[in-house]
């Protein structure tokens, strides 16, 4: 399968715990997005990276959260203390140049009770 | 701050019937996407729009561009139950100099076609 992989799928937590998801994006994409997506909603962009480089967060990313690609390869995405309000599914999308052309991956579905 | 507007937000419609979903946005870009997405599934890539005026078309879906009105619309003709899905438009920032990466998208279209 070439596509954009994430794991796990779902996800249910507690209300405090660390969550941490992982994104293999496409092999020659250099560009990888991390987006957020609440019921009946867009998805609303989190960070990018190009290659390791992480070149942009939105305000949406809080302190809890942090994203990693080290390598230039996976990407994970970490929540710290995961409170109801981050219940959502997470995307992971790559390409190679810029959203044109991003493939998304099928997403990791967060629930925090 | 970009806003992205699509409407209606919810599209009922009959089999066979034709309609079309806008979207609005605030700021200049030459740039816009648009997604499908089925119920719990992830975002498919319709159509890429490059510029004021593209046209593009995909069996019964056709998506337009007008960067001076701000407005792209996704015509749908003689619709067919394999349609209903969620439709989004995306504006990309990064062509109005504002040099963000990130994609805008709308709330989407929530469309149903009833046999």
């Known amino acids: 399968d070439t596509g954009v992989s994430q794991d796990p799928r779902h996800k249910i937590t507690k209300r405090g715990q660390n969550v941490t998801f992982r994104c293999d994006p496409i092999?020659?994409?250099?560009?990888l997005y991390w987006y957020r997506q609440t019921l009946g909603q867009g998805p609303e962009f989190l960070t990018y990276f190009q290659n390791e480089a992480q070149l942009e967060k939105s305000r949406l990313l809080s302190d809890r959260f942090s994203a990693e690609r080290p390598k230039g390869s996976f990407s994970t995405l970490e929540i710290q203390r995961t409170e109801q309000g981050d219940s959502a599914m997470y995307l992971c999308?790559?390409?190679?140049?810029?959203?044109?052309?991003?493939?998304f991956g099928q997403g990791t579905r967060l629930t925090v009770v | 701050e970009l806003k992205v507007e699509q409407n209606p937000l919810f599209l009922s419609m009959q089999e066979g019937k034709n309609y079309t979903i806008y979207c609005n946005y605030s700021t200049t870009s030459d740039r816009l996407y648009w997604y499908r997405q089925d119920p719990g599934k992830s975002l498919e890539s319709l159509f890429v729009?490059?510029?004021?005026?593209a046209v593009k078309q995909e069996g019964r879906l056709m998506a337009s561009l007008d960067t001076k009105a701000r407005l792209s619309t996704l015509h749908i003709t003689a619709a067919v139950h394999d349609l209903s899905a969620t439709y989004f438009c995306a504006v990309d920032p990064a062509y109005s100099g504002a040099g963000s990466y990130q994609l805008t998208f709308g709330k989407g279209t929530k469309l149903s076609v009833i046999p």
């Open positions: 092999s020659e994409h250099n560009r």
């Open positions: 999308a790559s390409s190679n140049r810029g959203p044109l052309e991003a493939f």
């Open positions: 729009l490059l510029s004021n005026g």
